[in-house]
């Protein structure tokens, strides 16, 4: 990333800016609030005011928040990059253990997959493969593949622990000095291996626990899975480079390497998070350790053909993540091994699904005190003799900033010609609220772990459900629109109303769209393509 001193201090000054200005603003919004109402004058209509009002300066308060946290990553950005060596100067070829956790996977993703690694120019490796597939056909099926590859095969029977059991299982079995986690969707680049082995040599430390690389994505051919690859660009791209800085980037899940020894004696993967990236992430940092990002792509991968199957993945992202802040926020706040500035980036990490989550609440909470005849009792802040919300600025801030930020991110990676879908990337990141509010939540009370009865990885959604709900919202908000124009057009809460309208018809389209999706044969023209373009054998019979 192009580094610039004045940039990154002018990002930190403007941060300062906004940090010390929501303070005031919401202790200002206190006081008006309270002092507008007598104990004399108390009523049910009063304390409805008086809660709606509150609950929305609490979210713009949280969204605020975590807008000037992304400034902060923002300005990271635009340190100066460490260069990586030369990995052909590395001095050392050690025993690395590659890891493919499945369960009733796609059995020619697996067997491209397998085919990748045993092409892969470094030899010192080797393979596991390690399941918990309730399919007897499909184990049976990865038993004879592995055979026929010549690599390591760990079955399990039981849905308990997920992922995160599937990789202490193998984690007791590997002999590698660094293992490697791929998914079966990824294939892992020729030279990935002696580039992350090339960190960690020119690194030199023996506290760094991990290397976070990042994806080439090859299926970003639609509206929606192009959003998702910007989305990824800004994770990869913005987040991990600056936290890199700071050496604390966050595991994905995939495309990463470790030191084995430090998470054997870590205690391995936690098993009570559905995010066993995230948790592994905390408990390492928590101890003492720190981790890194290589800013190359290290595997290619797909994103979900589907939109129900992405939002799926996001109520386990949403709970997992989420769930860090009550699983760890004791031990974040009593650590000696962390500093201040570190203790409060591990809590805002926890707090970036409710902070997003919060959007749509205010929207609902703006639409409720609208029908209820409730004021929104907030400063005055006029432009040009137009009375400006200020309860809407925060939100649009902390949006704006994310838009910003998968600007750099798209600069970043050479993927600025994508410019044109941040407008659909925009909406659909907004839509994503609709469904992050129930399990953030679910994650804070501790309902529905991966401990509870039934508890499943990915719950997928019902169109049959979602899709009425998503029409009856858009014609509340609809309707709320029109009769805020016609009663009030100077009053700007038709605006939030208009974005809620729009995001609820765009999602029901999409929605829509996935039925005339087959995810299956989609998966298997992409890997048939990569096996042809890399001269591999095509005939298989998982041909299907």
């Known amino acids: 990333m192009y580094s610039s001193n004045f940039i990154k201090n002018f990002l930190y000054v403007v941060a300062l800016f906004f940090f010390i200005g929501i303070w005031l603003y919401v202790f200002k919004s206190l006081e008006m609030i309270f002092t507008k109402y007598s ?45 990586l060596q030369d990995y052909s100067k590395l001095k050392d070829y050690p025993l690395v253990s590659l890891i493919i956790p499945t369960f009733n996977p796609d059995m020619y993703a697996i067997e491209t997959n397998l085919l990748n690694l045993s092409s892969l120019s470094y030899k010192n490796k080797e393979v596991y493969i390690t399941d918990n597939s309730d399919n007897p056909k499909i184990v049976g099926q990865l038993e004879e593949l592995c055979k026929k ?9 039981g849905l308990k622990g997920f992922k995160a059991r599937n990789l202490n299982d193998v984690l007791k079995r590997i002999k590698g000095k660094y293992f490697i986690i791929i998914d079966i969707d990824q294939s892992l680049k020729d030279h990935a291996i002696e580039k992350f082995l090339s960190m960690f040599e020119q690194a030199n430390d023996d ?28 994770f990869y791209d913005v987040i991990s480079l600056a936290k890199s800085y700071r050496k604390t980037v966050l595991f994905n899940g995939s495309s990463g390497c470790f030191k084995t020894e430090l998470v054997r004696a870590s205690g391995g993967f936690p098993e009570n998070c559905y995010t066993e990236d995230i948790a592994i992430s905390n408990k390492l940092l928590l101890q003492g350790y720190h981790s890194t990002y290589l800013n190359e792509a290290v595997t290619t991968a797909l994103v979900p053909w589907k939109l129900s199957v992405l939002l799926s993945s996001f109520w386990r992202w949403t709970h997992g993540g989420t769930s860090c802040l009550p699983l760890y926020g004791k031990d974040i706040m009593k650590s000696k091994e962390i500093s201040i500035d570190k203790k409060v980036e591990f809590l805002m990490n926890s707090l970036s699904f409710i902070a997003i989550s919060g959007i749509l609440i205010v929207f609902y909470s703006l639409l409720c005190m609208y029908w209820l005849n409730i004021d929104i009792i907030r400063p005055d802040f006029i432009i040009f003799g137009f009375p400006f919300p200020l309860y809407l600025f925060f939100p649009t801030f902390t949006s704006l900033n994310h838009l910003l930020n998968c600007l750099i991110g798209m600069w970043e990676s050479k993927t600025l010609h994508r410019i044109l879908y941040l407008i659909p990337y925009s909406f659909a990141s907004i839509a994503i609220s609709i469904f992050i509010v129930i399990p953030s939540y679910y994650a804070l009370l501790g309902i529905k772990g991966p401990d509870s009865p039934n508890s499943r990885w990915n719950r997928k959604f019902s169109l ?17 629109c029109y009769d805020a124009v016609i009663h009030n057009p100077l009053n700007m809460l038709w605006t939030s109303f208009i974005l809620m309208s729009v995001i609820s018809l765009s999602t029901i389209v999409f929605l829509l769209k996935d039925l005339s999706i087959n995810d299956t044969k989609e998966e298997y023209n992409y890997f048939h393509e990569y096996r042809k373009q890399r001269g591999f054998v095509l005939e298989s019979e998982f041909q299907t």
Request: proline content about 1%; hydrophobic content about 55%.
């Open 39 to 83: 104990i004399q004058s108390f009523s049910g209509q009063t304390l409805l005011s008086i809660f709606f009002n509150l609950l929305v300066l609490l979210f713009e308060l949280i969204t605020a928040l975590y807008g000037i946290f992304l400034l902060i990553h923002t300005a990271l950005v635009f340190n100066k990059t460490i260069e």
């Open 149 to 157: 590859f010549q690599v390591n095969f760990l079955h399990r029977d």
């Open 207 to 234: 506290k760094l626990a991990f290397i976070q690389g990042r994806f080439d994505i090859r299926n970003a051919n639609t509206i929606i899975r192009t959003s998702i690859a910007i989305l990824y660009t800004f």
């Open 464 to 480: 049959q459900r979602v899709i009425p709900l998503l029409l009856v919202n858009f014609v509340i908000f609809t309707y709320s």
